[in-house]
């Protein structure tokens, strides 16, 4: 009997996603953003640029993130730097409609010059009023990044040919930049966008039986073992889609899957 396909966990998407991480360009993507367009950006980078543009500045730096975990290791990664003098941090474990939440009940609508949501718009209940919370906490001339996947990524063409043959996830949001921009133009602010190519090796989810393969194609799908679990016809067609080109490319006899970013900036 082959078990229904069913959505990753939180625990199961971190270890599919580290894959993600260890075959692709992204952080690179990111870095490359942080030197060439914005010197103010990328957890603890950005905090270490900003220091560099501006000696001796106080910085307060709030932390809005619901994963304990998540929240216990960036917390470790501070106490371990000794360079992040006049640097202040303050920790929400909340998600961002927990925080606006708070942020109303207590009358207590703090002013930021920078803020940024990196990949984290697919996990919000109201994208447009997610952004425009955020964008009202911007200080004059502050500016709020949005960093999402390009809609001339792979991951734009996959989603809507067969998002609707995965099983639903916990935040089922399938968006990309063009759909941040629409809301953009609907709150009527000011933006620009900064597209950065990135690229992910997925050459091993055509490998029959390789582990990292199958993490690789939990992760491109959304679902747990979807090379054991999804129907044949449908593990076949998706797996004849990433070869394609509007999909991914092949370089030195590997199959690199577009990962795009679009970085979008918006003035306060």
């Known amino acids: 009997v082959i078990p229904s396909m069913r959505s990753l966990t939180a625990e199961e998407y971190v270890e599919a996603f580290k894959s993600f991480l260890d075959h692709s ?34 910085i307060d730096n709030e932390i809005i993130e619901p994963n304990p975990q998540h929240v ?43 803020i940024h949501m990196i990949q ?8 447009p009023n997610t952004i425009k919370f955020f964008h009202s906490c911007l200080d004059h001339h502050g500016k709020l990044l949005i960093i999402i996947l390009s809609d001339s990524s792979g991951w734009a063409t996959l989603w809507k040919k067969y998002r ?6 916990d935040c089922g949001h399938y968006i990309t930049s063009n759909g941040i921009t629409d809301v953009l133009k609907r709150l009527g602010v000011e933006y620009r966008v900064y597209e950065f190519p990135s690229g992910w090796d997925i050459t091993e989810c055509f490998i029959e039986g390789d582990p990292v393969g199958g993490l690789m194609m939990d992760f491109l799908t959304g679902t747990k073992n979807f090379l054991g679990t999804a129907p044949p016809g449908l ?34």
């Open 235 to 268: 593990r076949r067609r998706l797996q004849e889609a990433l070869c394609q080109p509007e999909c991914s490319s092949k370089k030195d006899g590997r199959i690199i899957f577009s990962n795009n970013l679009s970085m979008i900036v918006v003035e306060s």
């Open 120 to 127: 984290m718009l697919y996990r919000v209940e109201d994208i």
């Open 72 to 114: 216990a290791a960036y917390r470790e990664l501070v106490n371990q730097a000794s360079d992040l003098q006049n640097v202040s941090f303050v920790w929400h474990q909340l998600t961002s409609l927990e925080y606006e939440q708070q942020v109303k009940e207590e009358g207590t609508h703090r002013k930021f010059d920078f």
């Open 25 to 58: 360009t992204e952080h690179q993507c990111m870095d490359e953003f942080n030197r060439e367009e914005m010197p103010n950006i990328q957890d603890l980078k950005m905090i270490r640029i900003l220091q560099a543009a501006h000696p001796g500045v106080l």
């Open 164 to 169: 609707h043959c995965l099983p639903s996830t």
